[in-house]
């Protein structure tokens, strides 16, 4: 769940639900900190939330800002961004395609970073300065503090963080090889993320509470390393291949004339998709899933037809079957369930499900290796 922000530089943002515990947080952290150390003007309970939302909004442009700067330096090194979202564990950049070589990617990587830095030496230097009231001042030294964090925090060579990313570059040039680059990168990122489980577990073994952050944190960093490593062995898998060549060219579909309990027994429960299109004479009319079948109270099941519950197709689930396959696969965001439409002069010729692709692309390994 997440909520579109609208663009900035062309860039779509997206803030993840979850982006509003840390803003919360950040703002509560912020409030109490100036509390304790009893800056002069910070008597007022309004004035110090006034500072603690302020700090939490400047955070968030931070953050927004490191993101922005990978993006406008992937841009300019013509890997295209799907758009920025921002989630519990900060921000991430979702890029079209990986970057084609390594100077690129290392480029990438180190821009959010440097981003950060720069923001801290500059709320450093408002601080310094002490041109504003103490208040506000001891904000910006937080403020610093913060992206200082941040920078080390996504320094860290735990691939797919920003410092496992420039790692990564670092080894790619050196060994010429991205899978191998990978394949140490991820390890890494995964050893990381195990180590940072141990060390929550202990922590919270002698009694301190934060130790589940670093659980989470933990568990979080070594999923996304494995997802990393599918990803990378996925898009070499696919590297040249069409949609043309992966797509299922004899996929079940669904007539629109059909009950639901047909539907059920003759169509959903003979093959493993658990979203059909529903199809007339090569045009599709929309999509059924299981779900919205079992919506439906079963005595009603033999005269309500498949197209009286059927979902309108979103746009961007069609795909031309000329299209590079890794692109039209990882343009789409959708849940993992519901299949690419591949169209040809408006008319359907195949479909490419998550069941499928996944045999396809193992057998292509199995065959090529
Ligand atoms: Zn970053």
């Known amino acids: 769940m997440s909520v579109k922000l609208g663009r900035i530089l062309g860039f779509p943002i997206e803030i993840d639900w979850s982006w509003f515990v840390v803003f919360f947080l950040v703002a509560w952290a912020i409030r109490d900190g100036l509390l304790l150390q009893l800056v002069p003007d910070a008597a007022s309970p309004a004035v110090l939330a006034l500072a603690g939302v302020t700090g939490g909004l400047l955070f968030f442009a931070s953050l927004l800002g490191h993101e922005l700067a990978h993006c406008w330096v992937a841009r300019r090194r013509g890997i295209p961004i799907a758009g920025i979202t921002l989630f519990i564990f900060g921000g991430v950049a979702r890029m079209k395609m990986e970057p084609d070589r390594p100077s690129d990617e290392l480029r990438m990587a180190l821009a959010g970073p440097a981003f950060s830095i720069a923001a801290a030496i500059f709320f450093w230097l408002v601080w310094g300065a002490q041109i504003l009231p103490a208040l506000w001042s001891e904000l910006a030294r937080y403020l610093a503090i913060a992206n200082i964090v941040v920078a080390l925090f996504n320094l860290v060579p735990a691939f797919p963080s920003d410092g496992g990313r420039a790692l990564r570059a670092i080894l790619w040039m050196w060994t010429g090889s991205l899978q191998k680059a990978t394949r140490t990168a991820a390890w890494l990122g995964q050893a990381a993320g195990w180590g940072l489980?141990?060390?929550?577990?202990?922590?919270?073994?002698?009694?301190?509470?934060?130790?589940?952050?670093?659980?989470?944190?933990?568990?979080?960093?070594?999923?996304?390393?494995?997802?990393?490593?599918?990803?990378?062995?996925?898009?070499?898998?696919?590297?040249?291949?069409?949609?043309?060549?992966?797509?299922?060219?004899?996929?079940?579909?669904?007539?629109?004339?059909?009950?639901?309990?047909e539907a059920v027994h003759e169509y959903f429960l003979r093959q493993p998709a658990e979203v059909l299109p529903v199809v007339e004479e090569g045009r599709v009319l929309g999509m059924v899933s299981v779900a919205s079948l079992r919506a439906v109270p079963q005595e009603r099941w033999d005269d309500t037809p498949v197209s009286a519950v059927m979902a309108a197709v979103q746009p961007e689930l069609y795909v031309s079957p000329s299209q590079d396959a890794w692109e039209a696969l990882s343009g789409v965001r959708r849940p993992a369930n519901v299949p690419?439409?591949?169209?040809?002069?408006?008319?359907?010729?195949?479909?490419?499900?998550?069941?499928?692709?996944?045999?396809?692309?193992?057998?292509?390994m199995r065959i090529e290796a």
């Open 197 to 261: 489980v141990f060390l929550g577990v202990s922590r919270f073994l002698m009694g301190d509470w934060g130790g589940i952050w670093y659980v989470f944190l933990g568990l979080f960093l070594q999923n996304a390393a494995q997802i990393a490593l599918h990803q990378t062995q996925w898009r070499r898998a696919m590297r040249g291949l069409t949609v043309r060549d992966l797509m299922d060219r004899s996929p079940v579909l669904l007539p629109p004339g059909v009950n639901i309990r």
């Open 340 to 364: 690419l439409l591949v169209v040809e002069d408006g008319l359907l010729i195949g479909t490419i499900s998550q069941e499928t692709l996944a045999r396809q692309l193992q057998l292509r």
